[in-house]
């Protein structure tokens, strides 16, 4: 899959891609703290277009094929997986996943057995009680309403047990490239820590990240904004130290003139 043009197939066993300088660390070592002077922001030629121009050039650079990181092999089981991923590592849901699946393997099978056998392949997870009882209503909801399909709008698919914006928003763009951005806490940090918005909410955020990103650039931003607060921009302790972004971001430039 190349960067211009991203691959339309669908469903598909998910890895993480992310390139290694020749130290193996997974971003490149641009500049280190030592070496940088407190200075005023660098303000990117062409304002909003020069800083998402700047970024993307970035991302690009460090991770050319970006993916999200839960494992599915179908769209029901890339529902179950972010399902279960609300407050919960994506290591962890990769882990829960292979036995659950084997087990539950549509969503017929969901919707058939109890809550109490959902939870017993779930419970290693964050709120297993909640997650099994969505999952069930969910299984149900398809099965009824939709024929065991998921739907594609993001309307339709918040009308299911346990898919709110964020969710259906993951869902519309790994699942079908629709031109979408899903917010999470990684997302709506790292963005406003870098200038990209100025929102106070979610859904603003999102809002000016639809607006502001090229479409070509759309369906890998949230990834990219994703593992870069992942890996790198971490909340308590960003790693700016190996970020090439010093130069753009707002945040460590207001951090180095205290
Ligand atoms: S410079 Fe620091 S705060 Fe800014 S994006 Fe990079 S890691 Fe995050």
């Known amino acids: 899959m190349n960067n211009e043009q991203p691959e339309r197939s669908g469903a598909r066993q998910s890895q993480l891609t992310i390139s290694n300088n020749s130290e193996g660390q997974p971003f ?5 703290l030592e070496k940088l002077q407190p200075r005023e ?3 990117p030629r062409g304002g909003f277009r020069g800083l998402y121009s700047t970024c993307i050039t970035y991302f690009r650079a460090t ?3 970006p993916q999200c990181e839960l494992n599915f092999s179908n769209e029901f089981e890339l529902l179950v997986a972010v399902i279960l991923s609300a407050q919960c590592t ?3 849901v990769n882990l829960i996943t292979p036995a659950l699946f084997h087990a539950l393997p549509t969503p017929e099978s969901f919707a058939n057995t109890t809550i109490e056998n959902i939870y017993s392949h779930i419970r290693s997870c964050s709120y297993p009680n909640n997650k099994a009882k969505l999952l069930h209503a969910a299984a149900k909801m398809l099965i009824e309403n939709y024929n065991g399909k998921l ?4 309307e339709e698919l918040q009308k299911l047990p346990g898919v709110g914006r964020k969710t259906a928003n993951v869902l519309c763009s790994v699942l079908w490239h629709q031109p979408t951005i899903a917010v999470d806490t990684h997302v709506f ?3 406003n820590r870098i200038g990209l918005t100025n929102a106070k909410t979610v859904l603003e955020t999102e809002k000016q990240l639809l607006a502001r ?3 070509d650039a759309l369906y890998f931003m949230h990834h990219w904004l994703i593992l870069h607060g992942r890996y790198c921009c971490m909340a308590r302790k960003p790693h700016c130290e190996r970020c090439g972004l010093t130069e753009v971001c707002g945040f460590f430039c207001k951090k180095q003139q205290k």
């Open 28 to 32: 490149p070592k641009f500049r280190t």
């Open 41 to 43: 922001r660098k303000s």
């Open 63 to 65: 991770m050319p094929n």
């Open 90 to 92: 994506d290591k962890r």
């Open 151 to 154: 739907p594609q709008t993001l």
């Open 189 to 191: 940090r790292v963005a």
């Open 213 to 215: 990103t090229p479409a």
